[in-house]
């Protein structure tokens, strides 16, 4: 259900029938989680990030940026620093916007686990929805690496088993081969025909991405994988106010920690998790 300055939204002409924009209205309506704005155009912004990170999860599955675990990422040198555990460190003097453009642009240079390629959607998403100079400003000394974010993206977990167009699901399974622990899991994009992309895995409905990695679980297990009930979503709401915010009155948020955990195809929930860990050694909890 959707809701707009506290009373129940009607469909409008703003998105016509058979449009992506519609079939993500149909489906939070459908959704019994109320869907609260304060505005129309908030809505609209949400609308036209969750086309966004679409867009960019088919750019990423037409382009040839290729799959492989952290001791194998590859990048371009002329915007990204390769660290020694896989992470991609922004240049000095290269402008975020066209660091992230360059995974797409030059898709070929790129290796990267599927974590890392959500959180790139991510990035290439929002670039395509705000203003470039706001998206260089908010998103400086950018690093790419698993599940960490700029606090501005505000990932978040939501437990539910209705998903949107744009959602970020997990494919678990459990019984992955710890000799090809990359195996572990998939993170893919909900599409708007109820599809899902994987980086490595492609565009594939959930039956066929299950049986993918059914295929490659231990010797003498009979345990399937699954699709979790939990999505991952960006602060929709967060990035639409920094949207409408001049330069000059935008600060810098302090950044989370960096959990380098080298372990290939984690879900976001379990790098919260590593992240809970932290703080609390760090708090003496």
């Known amino acids: 259900m959707i809701q707009v300055s506290g009373k129940n939204f009607q469909q409008s002409d703003m998105w016509p029938p058979d449009t992506m924009e519609s079939i993500f209205i149909q489906r939070m309506q459908e959704d019994?989680?109320?869907?609260?704005?304060?505005?129309?155009?908030?809505?609209?912004?949400?609308?036209?990030?969750?086309?966004?990170?679409?867009?960019?999860?088919?750019?990423?599955?037409?382009?040839?940026?290729?799959?492989?675990?952290?001791?194998?990422?590859?990048?371009?040198?002329?915007?990204?620093?390769?660290?020694?555990?896989?992470?991609?460190?922004?240049?000095?003097?290269?402008?975020?916007s066209d660091a992230i453009r360059d995974i797409f642009i030059n898709s070929s240079q790129y290796a990267f686990e599927c974590a890392t390629a959500m959180v790139i959607i991510y990035y290439h998403a929002v670039l395509n929805s705000i203003d470039e100079a706001v998206f260089n400003h908010l998103f400086q000394n950018l690093y790419l690496y698993s599940w960490h974010s700029h606090a501005i993206l505000g990932t978040r977990n939501h437990r539910t088993s209705h998903f949107l167009p744009g959602d970020v699901v997990y494919f678990n399974n459990p019984d992955f081969d710890p000799e090809t622990a990359w195996w572990r899991g998939e993170n893919a994009v909900v599409l708007e025909d109820g599809t899902y992309f994987g980086h490595g895995f492609g565009i594939r409905t959930a039956e066929e991405m299950i049986q993918v990695l059914n295929d490659v679980r231990r010797p003498g297990s009979h345990r399937s994988a699954y699709l979790e009930n939990f999505v991952t979503r960006p602060s929709f709401k967060h990035l639409w106010e920094y949207s409408r915010v001049s330069r000059s009155y935008l600060t810098h948020k302090i950044q989370p920690i960096i959990i380098h955990h080298n372990e290939d195809s984690i879900s976001h929930n379990r790098y919260l998790f590593y992240v809970y860990q932290v703080y609390k050694q760090l708090n003496g909890i």
Do not use: H
């Open 32 to 96: 019994p989680a109320v869907y609260s704005y304060q505005s129309l155009d908030q809505l609209s912004f949400e609308i036209k990030l969750r086309k966004n990170i679409i867009l960019s999860a088919k750019a990423m599955n037409q382009g040839k940026a290729q799959f492989d675990i952290f001791e194998n990422s590859r990048c371009n040198p002329q915007y990204w620093l390769l660290t020694d555990i896989g992470g991609f460190q922004l240049k000095p003097g290269v402008k975020p």
